[in-house]
T-cell receptor, first 112, second 110 residues
């Protein structure tokens, strides 16, 4: 079934630990995005990638890094997690033209 | 000032009524506008997109755009309990700058 998958579904993490959230899409979409969603703040863009090999910073990039080695995968890494990174993280992708985004199921991350 | 503003709600309407959801945005250069529906604990799903001034209808849903007033709305006719969700307004100035409102929670009471 075509779509976007994210892993893990949820994670509890100790502060200071490194964590990579995985995102894979099989729709051959060029553009991919990482958002965090916090109560009262809506969805905020962390990083994006227009195509394999390129990445860019969004609205709230600090503390996060991404890579785009191929079209399908777009992992998000927290090098040293902090409690303020507790959130629900959504990966999204967009096809040709790029303005309609489709979302993965999300990862609920708790940093203690 | 938030770039995309929505009434947080909750908005409560009886079954069969019209639900009206509103959104304003600050960037006059915005070109494309979206409404997403998000059920509790789930991911956002696209229900409407609109690019030109006026109305766009899709089944029970109508999106309305007024670029001069920087205003976009979503009407849901014959509201059903299954429409109970949070509705997110999203505005795109360019493909890498989609901004979302905080969402309006809608409850449709049977």
């Amino acid at each position: 079934i075509a779509g976007i998958t994210q892993a893990p579904t949820s994670q509890i993490l100790a502060a200071g630990r490194r964590m990579t959230l995985r995102c894979t899409q099989d729709m051959r979409h060029n553009a991919m995005y990482w958002y965090r969603q916090d109560l009262g703040l809506g969805l905020r863009l962390i990083h994006y990638s227009n195509t394999a090999g390129t990445t860019g910073k969004g609205e709230v990039p600090d503390g996060y890094s991404v890579s785009r080695a191929n079209t399908d995968d777009f992992p998000l890494t927290l090098a040293s997690a902090v409690p303020s990174q507790t959130s629900v993280y959504f990966c999204a992708s967009a096809g040709q033209g790029g303005d309609t985004q489709y979302f993965g199921p999300g990862t609920r991350l708790t940093v203690l | 000032q938030k770039e995309v503003e929505q009434n947080s709600g909750p908005l409560s309407v009886p079954e069969g009524a019209i639900a009206s959801l509103n959104c304003t945005y600050s960037d006059r250069g915005s070109q494309s506008f979206f409404w997403y529906r998000q059920y509790s604990g789930k991911s956002p799903e696209l229900i409407m997109s609109i690019y030109s001034n006026g109305d766009k209808e899709d089944g029970r849903f109508t999106a309305q755009l007024n670029k001069a007033s920087q205003y976009v709305s979503l009407l849901i006719r014959d509201s059903q309990p299954s429409d109970s969700a949070t509705y997110l307004c999203a505005v795109n100035s360019n493909n890498n700058d989609m901004r979302f409102g905080a969402g309006t929670r809608l409850t449709v009471k049977p």
